[in-house]
């Protein structure tokens, strides 16, 4: 069945260091991927998606690009700052799987001034 | 524009009781999703809506029931709540399934 597997956390970091936060899936077809994040207290929102190979998905000066050949989706963004300290979820949607969409366990990223 | 949004904000219960968290969205969203969210679980789907008049079983759907009268409300009710659905809840909808989810603010249930 599909899944989903990113780095277990916390990460914690320095402001302005650079941030990668692994995310790799299993699918049988040829999946949808997204990053959420979550702020303290708050739901989760779609930060960046990418729906077919090769695609980068990008926001808020986060990237991530859709590598079929590794079956990544790695998330990354050059200068971190305080604001960004939140929890990170990788998912997946597939046509193979109901298009339900499948969370990885979540990854919290801590930003230190 | 609301988005979605559930109620209530947070909630203690005694175990036994029955309860049932709301959740609206004005999106026009034809799917819709419940979650729950436990210290170092992640999310887990609990029952979910491709359309209105229909439901289906997530992942945890045990002790759950939901509805989905209407485009725009899908309630969640705890027949007879326990300990172990202490949690916080969490609403989502979709245009369509398996496109981008749009989350509500989420409401926090303690079960004594």
């Known amino acids: 069945g599909n899944s989903v597997t990113q780095m277990e956390g916390p990460v914690t970091l320095s402001e302005e260091a650079f941030l990668t936060i692994n995310c790799t899936y299993t699918?049988?077809?040829?999946?949808?991927l997204f990053w959420y994040v979550q702020y303290p207290g708050e739901g989760l929102q779609l930060l960046l998606k990418?729906?077919?190979?090769?695609d980068k998905g990008s926001n808020k000066g986060f990237e991530a690009t859709y590598r079929k050949e590794t079956t990544s989706f790695h998330l990354e963004k050059g200068s971190v700052q305080v604001s960004d300290s939140a929890v990170y979820f990788c998912a997946l949607s597939d046509s193979r799987g109901g298009f339900k969409t499948i969370f990885g366990a979540g990854t919290r990223l801590f930003v230190k001034a | 524009i609301a988005g979605i949004t559930q109620a209530p904000t947070s909630q203690i219960l005694a175990a036994g009781r029955r309860m049932t968290l709301r959740c609206t969205q004005d999106m026009r969203h034809n799917a819709m999703y419940w979650y729950r969210q436990d210290l170092g679980l992640g999310l887990r789907l609990i029952h979910y809506?491709?359309?209105?008049?229909?439901?289906g079983k997530g992942e945890v759907p045990d002790g759950y029931s939901v509805s989905r009268a209407n485009t725009d409300d899908f309630p969640l009710t705890l027949a007879s709540a326990v300990p172990s659905q202490t949690s916080v809840y969490f609403c989502?909808?979709?245009?369509?399934?398996?496109?981008?989810?749009?989350f509500g603010p989420g409401t926090r249930l303690l079960v004594l």
């Open positions: 699918a049988t077809g040829y999946p949808s």
């Open positions: 990418a729906t077919k190979a090769d």
């Open positions: 989502a909808s979709s245009p369509d399934l398996g496109e981008t989810q749009y």
């Open positions: 809506s491709n359309t209105a008049g229909t439901t």
